[in-house]
């Protein structure tokens, strides 16, 4: 397991005592993560939710310090790289301490356990900067990655193949929703095999060739290891983490006609990927350096790095990649919340995620999260009733819908009035884990569509859905949220059930919902649904707009 250091927090001596009181376990603590890798030094710092067992980052650094650049003669960590990283350390270390951390969680990687004096590097930090950090293994890193991307996506019933490139060293790792099943490190890297192999750039087609069938031969135990892991018939989807991955992402998104404003859960196809890595290998390195997508430093290792991923994409069989952007760091902080038991056990964290995740969001915002919860159970009431009259949807889109109604009213606290276009622009830049790309912005999009207008297309909430299924799905998922929010009139919970069925034949097509108050306790009045009534009734042109139906909402019958 990883350590976990003591960072030295000031203490004030002169402070008066206040009386004693119990305040209890808190219910947020902080935590940092240091990550040094063999060509950079990552930096987080965590807030963790000890009631949610999920985190939020509240800081997160990269330096590039290039440890990998060793002595070509000794192995040993250069001198300058070394005075780079102590530099980027110190500053980590106090930048952690001033947001008040009570452990900062340190791993070094291959650079530093491969390096002959990377031992002594590694006493040296003790020793001036009091950080314990911990060298770990090429599988133990590889179960840190797998910790990482379990926290930002849902693996659901299939398997994933997650690729890690690094510096000094490639990480393949065969999980599911239960297990990791394989976990494996290669000696290949984008700094190592730039070092080794990449002298002339661009690279001559000879050279480019000896590099791949090198690449290939490195990879091979690897991958034979993860088809072993497999069972009959799987077929894995391959998540990309890390520096390179996250490289060619940018790049293919700043040639989108919509370039999206994260990266998490980008895909790439295959092909996509092919034609990037033509592109980089004939170029320059004063025209790859001049690509806004990627700082200067990445333009130089790019060209390895992406031969890596085309040539384990072809090995693998994969047809297309999927974008992670959590990878080492934040596994160091999963790993530190199961030690300290804020987790049960990492599977139960991956299959509640987008639960915990959307919880979080909400708290974030300021959401009146009982009232909330009720939007959502009417709205899951009126889902399950619906089915084949409000929509028909087979069901993706009611995780979909619980969200946009934990989220909807997110936007209250910027515009009372116009709630929704600011709850759509906070959930689209809020973090969704667990959560694809497309779905994130379904979520926005249907908490955008519970009120007021209907989508029309030049609405750029309505534009970033692509595909006319998920259309369908935004249009019958906030119509069904906009009768569930209707019925949210006053802070009290006055419904105790909602009746929808279809009109008899006869009457007109259409639906009919029946409203039912709940049982009163001793003491209270009863409850007059007229007002829930009536504001039912306002949704009847646009179920009639959306739907081609009639919304009656009946009165009660008379004792």
């Not at 030094?41 to 509240?58: C, G, K, N, P, R």
């Not at 060209?303 to 992670?324: N, S």
């Not at 939007?375 to 899951?380: G, N």
Request: aromatic share 4%.
């Amino acid at each position: 397991m990883v350590q976990a250091s003591q960072s030295s927090m000031p203490t004030d001596a002169g402070a008066r005592p206040e009386a004693a009181t119990d305040p209890g376990p808190p219910t947020r603590r902080r935590v940092a993560a240091i990550d040094i890798g063999t060509n950079s030094i990552h930096l987080l710092i965590a807030e963790v939710d000890v009631q949610l067992s999920t985190f939020s980052v509240l800081l997160a650094e990269k330096s590039t310090t290039r440890l990998g650049e060793r002595d070509p003669d000794s192995g040993d960590l250069s001198a300058e790289a070394i005075e780079r990283s102590f530099r980027t350390l110190s500053h980590n270390r106090e930048l952690a301490e001033s947001h008040g951390v009570e452990q900062i969680v340190t791993a070094a990687t291959s650079a530093v356990r491969e390096a002959p004096n990377g031992r002594d590097f590694l006493q040296a930090i003790q020793n001036q900067l009091g950080l314990e950090v911990d060298l770990v293994s090429g599988p133990e890193e590889a179960r840190l990655i797998y910790l990482g991307v379990l926290s930002g996506m849902a693996f659901g019933e299939r398997p994933h193949t997650i690729i890690d490139i690094g510096g000094g060293s490639t990480e393949l790792v065969l999980a599911d929703g239960r297990d990791a099943r394989a976990l494996t490190s290669t000696r290949i890297g984008a700094v190592r095999l730039q070092r080794e192999f990449c002298q002339q750039d661009p690279l001559p087609p000879e050279r480019r060739g000896f590099l791949q069938a090198y690449i290939q031969g490195s990879l091979d135990p690897a991958v034979a290891e993860l088809r072993r892991a497999l069972r009959p018939g799987e077929v894995p989807q391959l998540v990309g983490t890390s520096g390179t991955a996250m490289a060619l992402a940018a790049l293919a998104a700043a040639d989108d006609e919509r370039p999206t404003l994260k990266l998490q859960g980008y895909r790439l196809s295959r092909d996509r990927v092919d034609q990037l890595v033509a592109r980089l290998l004939a170029m320059t390195p004063e025209q790859r350096r001049a690509l806004p997508a990627i700082n200067e430093r990445r333009a130089e290792i790019i060209v390895p790095g992406a031969l890596i991923l085309q040539t384990a994409m072809a090995m693998l069989g994969a047809r297309d990649l999927v974008v992670c952007d959590r990878a080492l760091r934040e596994g160091l902080i999963v790993d530190w919340m199961l030690r300290n038991r804020i987790l049960g056990d990492r599977f139960a964290f991956q299959s509640t995620i987008r639960e915990r995740t959307v919880r979080h969001l909400a708290r974030s915002f300021g959401v009146d999260l009982a009232r909330a919860e009720r939007v959502a159970a009417h709205a899951l009431s009126l889902y399950d009733q619906s089915r084949g009259l409000l929509h028909d949807d087979a069901g993706p889109g009611q995780e979909l819908l619980w969200a946009a109604a934990l989220l909807h009213t997110c936007g209250k606290s910027i515009n009372i009035s116009a709630y929704h276009k600011h709850s759509w622009y906070l959930i689209r830049h809020g973090e969704l884990l667990g959560y694809s790309q497309a779905e994130h912005l379904m979520v926005a999009a249907i908490a955008r569509y519970h009120r007021r207008s209907l989508p029309k297309k030049r609405h750029e909430s309505w534009l970033l859905i692509e595909g006319r299924e998920q259309r369908r799905t935004v249009t019958a998922m906030a119509l069904l949220l906009r009768l569930a929010a209707a019925l949210d009139r006053r802070p009290a919970a006055v419904i105790g059930t909602i009746r929808l069925h279809s009109l008899p034949p006869g009457d007109d097509r259409g639906v009919a919902v029946e409203l039912v108050p709940r049982e009163m306790g001793p003491g209270e009045g009863a409850v007059d649904l007229s007002l829930e009534r009536w504001s039912l009734r306002s949704c009847s042109d646009v179920v009639m707009e959306a739907c081609g139906l009639v919304l009656r909402v009946p009165e009660p019958p008379q004792p």
